[in-house]
């Protein structure tokens, strides 16, 4: 790693800069960049995947680590000093030009492999609800490690009852473990964001009996799309729910942030249960 060319050359020579419409903030810090490859544990000889690398700083990281990298890229400018990385890497960078939201990764990411990936902000929400919503369980994927903007990483780990508990909350949860790994200054970016940052990961355990993800992923929204609402009103169009309020003995007047991650998932098992 230390023949490599300062990270910030590399920027000045192909005159790349943050796309703001793309999301893009690039982490320069060598040393935290080696932290957050490190937070899946040992990567040598591990398949990583790694959404918008930009100009490459996570992935000299993960490639230092020993992995072997899977980088998706949508930005063409960055291209080129990536296939310069791979070549001082030969056999361990693979780049897929093109946008991760039409990607299927099953096609270029081996099962096993940690998603590793300073997500571009105006996309990190929806490739994390793809990921918690695989039907396939365990998942392709053996951890995640992201990166968001802070407020995003406390609705991720949020606990029933506070401001930041919601739908996210429990798709992370009902059968994953997530945690915050590490907060991540704005001024460690180029250029700063005006919110700070955090890591999250994520690593899935055994999913619940009877409970699938459609169900759950209906409750969720119809709970939480009213969360104002006592439950009797924000579940009375979901077949089943309120019916399954009942058996559980859920009192009905409660509204979706107070209801555990147990709850939900024995409340989805339930609906589920009366549509059989």
């Not at 793309?22 to 544990?41: E, H, K, S, Y």
């Not at 940690?114 to 929400?125: E, M, Q, W």
Request: hydrophobic share 45%; aromatic share 6%; with cysteine.
């Amino acid at each position: 790693m230390s023949s490599l060319p300062p990270l910030r050359d590399v920027i000045a020579r192909h005159g790349l800069r943050a796309n703001k419409a793309l999301g893009q903030n690039f982490l320069l810090d060598g040393q935290l960049l080696a932290r957050i490859a490190a937070i899946p544990g040992d990567l040598d000889g591990q398949n990583v995947y790694e959404v918008g690398p930009g100009p490459g700083g996570l992935t000299r990281a993960l490639l230092g680590a020993g992995a072997y990298v899977v980088a998706v890229e949508r930005d063409d400018r960055c291209i080129a000093a990536l296939e310069e990385l791979s070549a001082l890497f030969p056999g361990k960078l693979t780049i897929v030009p093109g946008d991760a939201l039409a990607i299927d990764e099953t096609e270029i990411a081996a099962d096993g492999t940690h998603i590793v990936a300073n997500l571009p902000y105006n996309i990190g929400t929806a490739l994390l609800v793809r990921w918690l919503t695989e039907e396939k369980w365990q998942p392709w994927w053996r951890s995640l490690t992201l990166m968001f903007q802070e407020e995003v990483a406390r609705r991720i780990v949020a606990r029933p009852g506070s401001p930041a508990y919601g739908r996210l909350s429990v798709l992370a949860q009902w059968r994953s473990a997530a945690a915050i790994a590490l907060k991540v200054h704005r001024s460690a970016f180029v250029p700063p964001p005006k919110v700070m940052s955090a890591i999250v990961h994520v690593t899935p355990k055994q999913a619940p009996d009877g409970v699938d993800v459609q169900t759950i992923g209906n409750l969720t929204q119809a709970a939480f799309g009213q969360r104002r609402k006592m439950l009797r009103q924000s579940l009375k169009n979901l077949p089943g729910a309120l019916e399954s309020l009942d058996t559980l003995g859920i009192d009905e007047t409660r509204r979706a942030e107070t209801l555990s991650v147990d709850e939900y998932v024995d409340l989805a098992r339930a609906i589920g249960a009366t549509a059989r």
